[in-house]
């Protein structure tokens, strides 16, 4: 991702530390912002989640989203997103554990590269159809303070 050129209209940034990601984070979307990534109550085996009442919306449309990277050590690609929508999506397991995951829909696909997995996935193209995904507890997105949008 570090490596890759960025998708027209998208801004990138390989941070190498915590303060070069709040660096770029703020330089990009001012100082008031907050940092939100997934929470699981605790570690489990892999299993089904149920989505649990309580989903918020998060305020604004543009985020920067930082992805960590299998690095020996801390990279995180980040970009920045517009067209999105991120949510803070209570979740429920099969063994009774809560988790508030992050979950970013991008509205405009229309630049992203036609073989991305998403599309094989979805059965869709590029720009068709707004594409949804949770964020692993490792990644970070920043997002104007006021978690709640409505």
Known sequence: ??????IKGEEKYCATSLESMIDFSISKMGKQVQAISTEVEKETQKQEYTVAVGVEKMAGDESVVCHKQNYPYAVFYCHVTQNTTAYMVPLVG????????????HIDTSEWNPKHLAFQVLK???????????????????????????
């Not at 068709?128 to 949770?134: E, G």
């Open 94 to 105: 099969a063994d009774g554990t809560t988790a508030k995951a992050v979950a970013v829909c």
């Open 124 to 150: 869709v193209k590029p720009g068709t159809v707004p594409i949804c995904h949770f964020l692993p507890q490792d990644h970070i997105i920043w997002v104007t303070k006021g978690i709640s949008a409505e």
């Open 1 to 6: 991702m570090c490596e890759a050129p960025a």
